[in-house]
């Protein structure tokens, strides 16, 4: 099994920061992309960012020039800078991950983890 642990989640006023943490573990093979993605109250799940092994970065438009994702792929990690915050930014965020697991070395599959609350208000 794979897991993702999510941290640093909270409340923070309109134009505050908050950086979010995500670390996989168990039984990685290897990780080739690691992203954030949100879910807002009676909204589906959307892309924030993603990064893939080799450093290339994905954001959506809403969160360009505000979010930066990084990684450190020897600790399976990434983080989420978010600055600038906005109260549409208000959501679950949710970690995934998708690679090869030692367990099914002939196939590719992906994790979520349980997600972390980022509330924007003032």
């Known amino acids: 099994q794979v897991q993702l642990v999510e941290s640093g989640g909270g409340l923070v006023q309109p134009g505050g920061s908050l950086r979010l943490s995500c670390a996989a573990s168990?039984?990685?093979?290897?990780?080739?992309?690691m992203g954030w993605y949100r879910q807002a109250p009676g909204s589906q799940r959307e892309l924030v960012a993603t990064?893939?092994?080799?450093?290339?970065?994905n954001y959506a438009d809403s969160v360009k020039g505000r979010f930066t994702i990084s990684r450190e792929n020897a600790k399976n990690m990434i983080d989420l800078q978010m600055n600038s915050l906005k109260p549409e930014d208000t959501a679950v965020y949710y970690c995934?991950?998708?690679?090869?697991?030692?367990?099914?070395?002939?196939?590719?599959?992906?994790?979520w983890g349980q997600g972390t609350q980022v509330t924007v208000s003032s």
């Open positions: 168990g039984n990685i093979f290897s990780i080739y992309i």
């Open positions: 990064i893939t092994s080799e450093g290339s970065t």
């Open positions: 995934n991950a998708a690679g090869v697991w030692v367990t099914d070395l002939g196939a590719s599959d992906d994790c």
